[in-house]
């Protein structure tokens, strides 16, 4: 039976994870991973200040479903089924050791050892007490209560041709995943709960970017649902034009802007899924598309909700119930569709700060075929070569027309899918003087037309692209001549 349930799909971030769940429910302070590369004898260990267990509270969190997932629990508590503290081991190794002490008690320590049952000459569920001295690095540090899980023969971990520096990485992976799964205890001026992996404290990592000015958010909508009430909130993340290189690269999480897109469901503020769209969608399934990276929305639910919701015993997947789809399909459509324009539109403002429109070079069109897009013939740009093109014209608007029927729609979504990053617009990353050599024959066109250089300027504000440019627009002469 052990073995088997060692393929329940954990990961060693899930894993780790779940043993952190224990210690949360504990009321620890802090927890302390240890990575300790060995080889084959390598060992991870997870140490807390929480209440700690004495010798028969142990002795019954040790064994597999202990309590049943039916019974009432409280609104703190992380666990369901029993099973998280042997599961998640198991997964990752076939020694799990847990020490604990409560206050006012001495330290008990018991072990599983799979090896010793796979040997056994009976049927019988052996759990080895073992002295805290064969935990080899035992809680010294303990002044009055806590627990130390720690995993040896790390055979689901440690497999042939895996180094240190695959260990290593393996720690940077579970840093990154506790960061997420449990930001809304990390974070804050004076925290809940200090996590640190050999000894350096992990940074809560925040999908939301709730701090940045940037952020689109909705009022929280409260949802009435079997167990309680599930409170949802929508988020539009900045266009990366807005963000900073470290911001853009902290920002796409620990799977890509793409992936983390969807609803972000928490119960007790313990992250259970992180970016899904819980199989809603109207006629379909929605998929993780690129227009919709932007999107991510919190989902909170009780543990009361725990049956209605399907939650798995790895705490990794939720569905939602009947009940709350279409409230649920409503909200994630709304948000769907605002980080759609604000991905469409890169990052631009459709309006300037004193509410005029900006001139926009294309324009989407709705038709009974679909989609179309086509330049606008009266951008400023495109307007002063037709008023100038004289016997030209038509030759300049079937230009033109070419280039509207030859975009390449299909190879830009596909190098931007596959690419993960929008193609290269708005003249970023060009030198000055390479906008200057379009701004300034524009601005000329102008003045020709008899505007003074105040409203030219004013118009090249308004027009795209050089509504972003307001420095360089703010910085063409009066006098024409200057540009020469």
Not at 92 to 100: E, G, H, N, Y
Not at 170 to 188: C, I, K, N, P, S
Not at 287 to 306: F, G, Q
Not at 356 to 362: K, L, S
């Amino acid at each position: 039976m052990i073995e088997a349930l060692r393929g329940l799909g954990y990961t060693t971030p899930t894993a780790l994870a779940d043993i952190i769940d224990n210690s949360i429910a504990a009321s620890a302070k802090r927890v302390s991973l240890t990575f300790s590369w060995n080889g084959a004898a390598s060992r991870i260990s997870v140490q807390d200040d929480g209440a700690g267990m004495d010798a028969m509270e142990l002795d019954r969190a040790m064994r597999l479903g202990d309590r049943s997932p039916l019974e009432v629990r409280a609104s703190t508590d992380l666990g369901r089924f029993g099973l998280g503290l042997k599961t998640a081991s198991f997964s990752q190794c076939r020694r799990l050791t847990v020490a604990s002490r409560k206050y006012g008690t001495a330290p008990s320590c018991l072990r599983w050892d799979l090896d010793v049952l796979a040997n056994s000459s009976d049927d019988g569920w052996h759990l080895l007490e073992v002295p805290l001295e064969a935990m080899n690095g035992r809680p010294d540090s303990w002044t009055d209560s806590g627990t130390l899980v720690v995993w040896e023969v790390l055979d689901g971990l440690v497999t042939s041709g895996f180094r240190e520096q695959d260990f290593l990485d393996m720690a940077d992976t579970v840093e990154q995943h506790l960061a997420m799964v449990f930001h809304r205890y990390l974070e804050g001026v004076n925290p809940r709960l200090r996590i640190d992996i050999n000894g350096r404290a992990i940074d809560a990592w925040d999908p939301f970017l709730t701090r940045h000015p940037a952020t689109w958010s909705s009022p929280m909508v409260p949802l009435r649902q079997d167990g309680g009430w599930a409170e949802v909130q929508s988020f539009v993340l900045p266009h990366k034009d807005h963000l900073t290189n470290d911001e853009l690269e902290s920002a796409a999480g620990p799977e890509g802007w793409t992936a983390q897109q969807g609803f972000y469901v928490y119960r007790n503020h313990r992250l259970l899924v992180a970016g899904s769209w819980l199989g809603l969608g109207q006629g379909r399934c929605w998929t993780k598309e690129e227009a919709h990276r932007l999107a991510r929305i919190r989902l909170d639910i009780p543990n009361s909700s725990d049956a209605a919701w399907k939650i798995d015993i790895r705490k990794s997947t939720a569905r939602p119930p009947v009940s709350l789809r279409l409230g649920l399909t409503r909200l994630a459509e709304d948000a769907r569709e605002r980080a759609r324009r604000v991905f469409a539109h890169r990052g631009q403002p459709v309006r300037t700060s004193d509410s005029r429109p900006v001139a926009q070079a294309w324009r989407a069109e709705q038709f009974a075929g679909g989609m179309r897009y086509s330049i606008d013939q009266n951008h400023p740009a495109v307007r002063n070569v037709l008023d100038e093109a004289g016997g030209l014209t038509p030759l300049v608007r079937a230009m033109l027309r070419v280039i509207e029927e030859t975009v390449p729609v299909q190879r830009i979504w596909l190098d931007t899918t596959e690419g993960r990053e929008t193609p290269r617009v708005g003249f970023s990353d060009v030198a000055p003087s390479e906008i200057l050599s379009v701004l300034e024959p524009l601005y000329r066109g102008f003045l020709r037309k008899g505007l003074s250089p105040a409203s030219a300027r004013d118009r090249l504000l308004h027009t795209e692209p050089f509504n972003n440019w307001p420095g360089l627009v703010a910085a063409l002469p009066d006098n024409p001549m200057e540009l020469e």
